[in-house]
């Protein structure tokens, strides 16, 4: 599975690091599975780190991992999840941007786009304390 998943339950924040090689849209079902089972342990609300910074994306995996996450609980149309991206990649920008601004994509939890893991968690705990 090239996916690792870290828990920091004490700020109810799930980190999802992708790793190379990756195979969507079958590999977008374990953060959901994941983000479901630890928002039920911890708690709504969640956030969590989706953190691509690893690996290279291409286009074709972007859009079927956004296609299969749709709508589904614990996904990033989750309104109990709020979900943060990190990685340095154009194609992860644009990914978590289009999320947030294009029309189609309309209610996704998108709270933020980062280029290191750090900056993610400090904004992931910023959230959940408000």
């Known amino acids: 599975m090239p996916i690792k998943v870290e828990y920091i339950k004490d700020d109810r924040i799930l980190v999802i690091v ?3 090689p990756i ?37 074709g995996d972007m859009v079927a991992g956004m296609a299969y996450d749709m709508g589904r609980e614990g996904g990033t149309w989750d309104p109990e999840v709020s979900s943060i991206y990190v ?28 280029t290191s893991r750090e900056e993610a968690l400090s904004h992931a705990r910023s959230l959940l304390k408000k």
């Open 18 to 20: 992708f790793i190379d």
């Open 23 to 59: 195979q969507m849209p079958a590999d977008a079902e374990t953060p959901i599975q994941e983000t479901l089972a630890f928002k039920k342990e911890v708690g709504a609300p969640v956030c969590r780190i989706l953190d691509f910074s690893g690996i290279k994306l291409n286009f």
């Open 87 to 114: 990685g340095t990649d154009e194609l992860v920008k644009f990914g978590a941007t289009s999320l947030r601004n294009q029309q189609q994509y309309q209610g996704a939890n998108v709270k933020g786009i980062f």
